[in-house]
């Protein structure tokens, strides 16, 4: 009877094993399913999925163009600040983002260059020009105090949202050197041709919109 209930003891040890090692199995399976699935969802920027509305699709054989959304601009526009991008909008009107006191009209966002300060003072500037939210500020005087700029009166996102029916939006990236905009022989003040090591590259993303 002794050596009947210690083998019925191994047995049920070794179900218990069984049993514990399968959960284990089959939990370590589905987290990696999960980080599958989160890794191919985190990055939806480097996906083409044609037809599906949450990937954007080829614009053209440029695989440096494609056509997309808003849940594609915004991003990049709160990005550009912390990622040295410039964004240039192609409106097709009179539409622009803001204007200076010197009643330019600016499509283009390059905050590196307008002298914003912090990222908080980024924020506020890009909620200002997208969403036309100046509560951060306390109202838009205070705004156009802070910046220097009149927003324009349709804020970006609405602009945008608007016109999706009617236009598809292309994105195209590309990159410059900001001291090559320094002359056309990319000399630096003293003449001398600017060393590739002393370049500072910059990305630059293009908005296009294109009737459909």
Known sequence: MENAADALKI??????????????VLSFTTAREAIDTVLSFSDRESLTIAGDERFYYLA???????YVGLETIIPSIY?????????????????????????????TIDLLNTNIGDDLSSRQ??????????DDLGGIINYQTKFSITPHSEPLYEYINSRLST??????????????????????????????????????????FIAK
Do not use: C, Q, W
Request: cysteine-free.
């Open 60 to 66: 053209d054989d440029n695989d440096t163009n494609r």
């Open 167 to 208: 236009y598809n939006i292309k994105e195209s990236l590309g990159t410059y050197y900001m001291e090559d905009l320094s002359g056309a022989n990319r000399e630096d003040e003293t003449g001398s041709p600017i060393s590739d090591v002393n370049k500072n590259e910059k990305r630059v993303i293009t908005y296009e």
């Open 11 to 24: 047995a049920g040890s070794v179900l218990l094993f069984v049993i514990a090692l399968s959960v284990a």
């Open 79 to 107: 990005r550009a600040y912390k990622e040295n991008y410039k964004i240039i909008f192609k409106f097709p009107d009179s539409h622009y983002l803001y204007m200076t006191n010197s009643g330019e009209e600016v499509s």
């Open 125 to 134: 500037f890009l909620n200002g020009i997208v969403y036309g939210n100046y």
